[in-house]
């Protein structure tokens, strides 16, 4: 009992030390593969991206990506409709799927014996997907439905799109993964026949698997699956760039019958530096030293002192394309907007010249620590490092993320603020319940 009690010990803590290490490889088609390893796992996750979102729609149906996310679980004539879900039922996994800006990801979690059942599902879908009229027509009423769910039905459903048109006036970032009912309605198979013969390809393809196997163990079953499915010649991604704003910044402002409180959310331009880790840390600590939790000095004095807000939050997004860093407050309706900005601006400032508040920034480091820490103990963590890593995060930086994060210092962090504050907010969105808008002139004309 001592000498198991002792192995479990050291193995513990040898986890806790241990880097962690991608296995990469490239199949002859221009599939790329990635393996998590982590012997102590007992299931399988399997994630396949394809390079292709939203951004990257036909303009006149944007959401397409999304659609075709949904076509890919209606079967082929190995997996017919319904199939895939009876399987993975009997072998205790689960599937699912999310399409963004920039990407399209499916994934699997299986008991780790299983990994080959999701590996032939993913190879023969990617080749051999039914695209029919009889399974198209009722999803592209799911899908409608699911706008009206995630969108239609949310109080600030309006105020949302229309902030989120405001931040990209150009750049197809400005119209949300889903797109809006005339794109949705757009929709047919052909298209989506073009779309997926055109993006679904190996050579646009990555295949992640974090479990207790090695790259030796799971390659040659990856070469069996997909190892014949021919490559394409890949067409350019095209964009629209987004025009600077010259300091402008736009005010939106609803007042909704179904909200309880008062919404801000103020909103800059950032870079995307996900392809640059320690800028990137540097950024994802900003957040997380500003208002990372409620023991941060903005919550303190917003929130406990002040009662200036009910809560503060902010929040950095990033693509493959410049996004946005935004400061979210909720004030209840008897508190002030103007205060609470005010305050928000004047505290921002004051950090500008003087500095972060260091105790703020240390714990807000060791907390990311203590995260990374455990990275081993579960499979959470390598899905997060996963995901970032399939979002251009650089794979030769993973192993050095410990030491990266560390590195970071409060300079660096302030520096990240003063990149965020560079220039003017782009959007002010402010959301107020039923009587409590300011009043302005207009409403005055229109006699409310």
Same mark, same amino acid.
């Given at each position: 009992?001592?000498?198991? $009690?002792?192995?479990?010990?050291?193995?513990?803590?040898?986890?806790?030390?241990?880097?962690?290490?991608?296995?990469?490889?490239?199949?002859?088609?221009?599939?790329?593969?990635?393996?998590?390893?982590?012997?102590?796992?007992?299931?399988?996750?399997?994630?396949?991206?394809?390079?292709?979102?939203?951004?990257?729609?036909?303009? @006149? =149906?944007?959401?397409?990506?999304?659609?075709?996310?949904?076509?890919?679980?209606?079967?082929?004539?190995?997996?017919?409709?319904?199939?895939?879900?009876?399987?993975?039922?009997?072998?205790?996994?689960?599937?699912?799927?999310?399409?963004?800006?920039?990407?399209?990801?499916?994934?699997?979690?299986?008991?780790?014996?299983?990994?080959?059942?999701?590996?032939?599902?993913?190879?023969?879908?990617?080749?051999?997907?039914?695209?029919?009229?009889?399974?198209?027509?009722?999803?592209?009423?799911?899908?409608?439905?699911? %706008?009206?769910?995630?969108?239609?039905?949310?109080?600030?459903?309006?105020?949302?799109?229309?902030?989120?048109?405001?931040?990209?006036?150009?750049?197809?970032?400005?119209?949300?993964?889903?797109?809006?009912?005339?794109?949705?309605?757009?929709?047919?198979?052909?298209? $989506?026949?073009?779309?997926?013969?055109?993006?679904?390809?190996?050579?646009?393809?990555?295949?992640?698997?974090?479990?207790?196997?090695?790259?030796?163990?799971?390659?040659?079953?990856?070469?069996?699956?997909?190892?014949?499915?021919?490559?394409?010649?890949?067409?350019?991604?095209?964009?629209?760039?987004?025009?600077?704003?010259?300091?402008?910044?736009?005010?939106?402002?609803?007042?909704?019958? %179904?909200?309880?409180?008062?919404?801000?959310?103020?909103?800059?331009?950032?870079?995307?530096?996900?392809?640059?880790?320690?800028?990137?840390?540097?950024?994802?600590?900003?957040?997380?030293?500003?208002?990372?939790?409620? @023991?941060?000095?903005?919550?303190?004095?917003?929130?406990?002192?002040?009662? $200036?807000?009910?809560?503060?939050?902010?929040?950095?997004?990033?693509?493959?394309?410049? =996004?946005?860093?935004?400061?979210?407050?909720?004030? @209840?309706?008897? =508190?002030?907007?103007?205060?609470?900005?005010?305050?928000?601006?004047?505290?921002?400032?004051?950090?500008?010249?003087?500095?972060?508040?260091? @105790?703020?920034?240390?714990?807000?480091?060791?907390?990311?620590?203590?995260?990374?820490?455990?990275?081993?103990?579960?499979?959470?963590?390598?899905?997060?490092?996963?995901?970032?890593?399939?979002?251009?995060?650089?794979?030769?930086?993973?192993?050095?993320?410990?030491?990266?994060? %560390?590195?970071?210092?409060?300079?660096?962090?302030?520096? =990240?603020?003063?990149?965020?504050?560079?220039?003017?907010?782009?959007?002010?969105?402010?959301?107020?319940?039923?009587?409590?808008?300011?009043?302005?002139?207009?409403?005055?004309?229109?006699?409310?």
């Amino acid at each position: 009992m001592k000498y198991i $009690l002792t192995l479990l010990v050291s193995l513990f803590f040898s986890c806790l030390h241990a880097k962690i290490v991608p296995q990469t490889a490239r199949l002859s088609n221009g599939l790329k593969v990635i393996v998590f390893q982590n012997p102590l796992l007992p299931s399988v996750s399997i994630l396949t991206k394809y390079d292709i979102g939203t951004a990257d729609d036909p303009s @006149s =149906m944007v959401g397409l990506s999304h659609m075709l996310e949904h076509m890919m679980f209606k079967g082929s004539s190995k997996y017919p409709v319904g199939s895939i879900d009876t399987i993975l039922n009997s072998c205790g996994g689960t599937c699912n799927a999310h399409t963004s800006f920039d990407n399209t990801v499916y994934t699997f979690d299986l008991p780790a014996e299983h990994l080959e059942v999701a590996l032939d599902i993913e190879a023969d879908r990617m080749e051999n997907l039914n695209i029919t009229e009889e399974e198209f027509r009722p999803e592209q009423k799911v899908v409608m439905e699911e %706008r009206q769910m995630r969108l239609g039905n949310h109080p600030f459903r309006t105020s949302a799109e229309v902030c989120q048109r405001a931040l990209y006036a150009a750049h197809p970032y400005g119209i949300f993964p889903i797109g809006y009912e005339a794109h949705i309605k757009a929709y047919t198979v052909e298209a $989506l026949r073009t779309h997926y013969e055109k993006w679904y390809v190996p050579n646009n393809a990555t295949i992640v698997v974090i479990g207790p196997y090695d790259l030796a163990y799971v390659l040659p079953k990856i070469e069996n699956k997909f190892g014949n499915i021919r490559s394409k010649e890949l067409p350019e991604h095209t964009r629209i760039s987004e025009p600077d704003r010259d300091g402008l910044t736009t005010t939106i402002e609803q007042e909704n019958p %179904r909200a309880e409180n008062i919404y801000i959310s103020i909103s800059y331009r950032v870079p995307t530096l996900i392809t640059k880790p320690e800028s990137y840390l540097a950024m994802r600590m900003l957040d997380g030293t500003l208002a990372g939790a409620n @023991s941060r000095f903005l919550y303190n004095k917003m929130v406990k002192e002040k009662r $200036l807000a009910l809560s503060v939050s902010c929040n950095y997004a990033y693509g493959k394309d410049d =996004m946005e860093f935004t400061f979210s407050l909720v004030l @209840s309706p008897s =508190m002030n907007v103007e205060a609470a900005e005010k305050f928000l601006f004047e505290q921002l400032a004051i950090f500008l010249k003087k500095g972060l508040v260091e @105790s703020n920034f240390n714990h807000a480091k060791q907390e990311r620590l203590n995260i990374f820490a455990f990275a081993l103990d579960g499979e959470a963590f390598l899905l997060a490092i996963a995901n970032i890593v399939l979002n251009n995060f650089p794979l030769d930086a993973v192993s050095k993320y410990e030491d990266i994060l %560390r590195s970071v210092t409060t300079q660096q962090v302030q520096e =990240m603020l003063r990149l965020v504050l560079a220039k003017p907010p782009l959007v002010i969105a402010r959301n107020y319940p039923k009587g409590k808008m300011p009043q302005r002139n207009y409403q005055k004309v229109l006699g409310h």
